[in-house]
């Protein structure tokens, strides 16, 4: 069955507004219905994007009948009731992340979902674009070995002094939930739940984190070291090195259009020379390298060994921002009769977030609405 799927996005922020202009690229998506605090912010969001219907408040929203799925695009902190009351109404939801606040709260919204039988996703649309996906293919196949040593960061400037969410502990704001997480989901989406966390960070006049770095570390000794800030631009790039090579999600990685694959011979024991052999070979190799003609392929070879040296480049562009990935993905559950996606599964989330309150709890960060048990 390939009827269409019709949502409602709840929030008219900058992500909403992104999302929305990408609809048009997913197939078999409809933007049927935009609700925001008010009316009118809602009327004009969905007149620049082509919704059908607006709402002032959630509730007007989950009363449409003709909405199938409700993309939550508000603020960290109110995503928990947000899409509790939507999957209470019988609504499918893709949430935006971070999947909450706190593994509490991720786990009363997984419970609601379960209890609803409704479709639930965290919206981390990264696992999605067709580069990441091929590169976990390829890493899955082999390509480079072992994973050994994951190096990432994700880094931007925000402006001092700026009134942005990102500063407002009661939003949920800081560096963490918001840049780290792409980091850390990635690295689990590869290998998996880590044995250990560790992790540093520096907190701002207002009490958010702005600036960290962690460690993931696992069983079999892989090591994965991060680093987030709202204080310097980062080269928002990923490197996953193995035994046999190393693949680069190039900036930025969390939309990556392109990565480079090298491999290379696996690490060999080094085996002495005994002095005493006989040096006739070695001598004879030596004239050859400095003959002439030699030395003329190698001017001829430097360009297409560098190449080869530095990787093969595996390009996968696409249209838009790449938030259609994800929409195709809800839709192709929801299709289904699916509950939860096999790329961004519940439990994921639930595991994403755990890590984030092991860090947390090492930098003594608490967001007020901790303080009162949620």
Partial sequence: MNKSIRWGIWGTGTIARAVASDFCLASGAVLHAVASRTEERAGRFAAQHGAARWYGGLAPLLDDAEVDVVYVATPNHCHVDDCIACMEAGKAVLVEKPFALNLTQAERMVD?????????????????????????????????????????????????????????????????????????????????????????????????????????????????SLAASLQVRGTNDVVILGERGALHLCEPFYCAHRFILRSCAPPQAVQRQDPSSPTGVRKMMEAIRRAPAMKSLRRRLTAPLTILQRGRVQNLPFAGNGYQFELMEVNRCLREQRTESAIMPLHESLEVMRTMDTLRAQWDLVYPQEKSGQ
């Fill in 112 to 224: 609601a979902a379960r209890r609803c039988r409704v479709f639930c996703m965290e919206a981390m649309w990264t696992r999605f674009i067709p580069a990441v996906m091929e590169a976990k293919r390829r890493i899955d196949a082999g390509a480079i070995g072992a994973v050994r040593l994951i190096q990432g960061n994700f880094a931007f400037p925000a402006p001092p002094g700026s009134n942005s969410r990102l500063f407002d502990i009661e939003m949920g704001g800081g560096v963490l939930l918001d840049l780290g997480v792409y980091l850390i989901s990635l690295v689990q989406h590869l290998l998996g739940v880590p044995q250990s966390v560790h992790g540093a960070t520096r907190l701002g006049t207002t009490g958010v984190d702005e600036q960290s770095a962690f460690q993931l570390l696992y069983p079999n000794g892989a090591l994965a």
